[in-house]
């Protein structure tokens, strides 16, 4: 739903470990997530997140080659 459902998934998403993408420009928590990877964010909740270092903004406005560059960027450190 973009709020409070979105948050708890992605809270338990790095809980355990997964690594997030968030999508900038999408609206909502994404955004707020976004912000905070940025370190543009004073929601506490949302920072603590970021500071994992498995979230990763994508910008929306960037195109498809921003995604896949994340994505990339993501699978190569990966060690699972």
């Known amino acids: 739903n973009g709020g409070e459902v979105t948050y708890l998934d992605a809270r338990y998403s790095v809980i355990v470990g997964r690594l997030v993408?968030?999508?900038?420009?999408s609206g909502r928590m994404a955004d707020q997530l976004a912000a905070a990877v940025r370190g543009e964010s004073t929601d506490e909740r949302v920072q603590e997140l970021a500071k994992s270092g498995?979230?990763?903004?994508?910008?929306l406005h960037k195109g498809?080659?921003?995604l896949a560059t994340v994505i990339e960027g993501m699978l190569s450190t990966n060690k699972d």
Request: proline share 0%.
């Open 54 to 59: 498995l979230v990763k903004e994508v910008n």
């Open 21 to 25: 993408i968030v999508v900038d420009g």
């Open 64 to 66: 498809f080659e921003d």
